[in-house]
């Protein structure tokens, strides 16, 4: 089941880089939108399906994974990432 909130071009593992990719880019908003969820005290599964459309019911590991590897890269980018985007 898809969600309307789920932005385009989402994938389930995000392609990681010790710099900004293009993904981190488009996909800055999702990013926050983890960092919010995590402050939330939001569950893995409730993050998988608001906010990327995966069913954790239906998929539990693929939603899980996804999560993770998003929220993942969202405290990578408040922590390191966020300086290169001030340099550009």
Same mark, same amino acid.
Request: aromatic share 12%.
């Given at each position: 089941?898809?969600?309307?909130?789920?932005?385009?071009?989402?994938?389930? %593992?995000?392609?990681?880089? *010790?710099?900004?990719? @293009?993904?981190?880019? %488009?996909?800055?908003? +999702? $990013?926050? /939108?983890?960092? *919010? #969820?995590? #402050?939330?005290?939001?569950?893995? %599964?409730?993050?998988?399906?608001?906010?990327?459309?995966? *069913?954790?019911?239906?998929?539990?590991?693929? @939603?899980?994974?996804?999560? /993770?590897?998003?929220?993942?890269? @969202?405290?990578?980018?408040? +922590?390191?990432? $966020?300086? %290169?985007?001030? @340099?550009?």
């Amino acid at each position: 089941m898809n969600y309307p909130e789920a932005e385009p071009g989402l994938k389930d %593992e995000v392609p990681w880089s *010790d710099s900004l990719t @293009a993904y981190d880019k %488009e996909h800055f908003t +999702t $990013y926050m /939108r983890f960092l *919010d #969820a995590g #402050a939330d005290d939001a569950s893995y %599964e409730e993050m998988a399906q608001v906010i990327l459309g995966i *069913d954790p019911v239906e998929e539990p590991e693929r @939603a899980r994974k996804a999560a /993770r590897s998003h929220l993942d890269r @969202a405290n990578w980018m408040v +922590t390191t990432g $966020y300086k %290169e985007l001030f @340099a550009e």
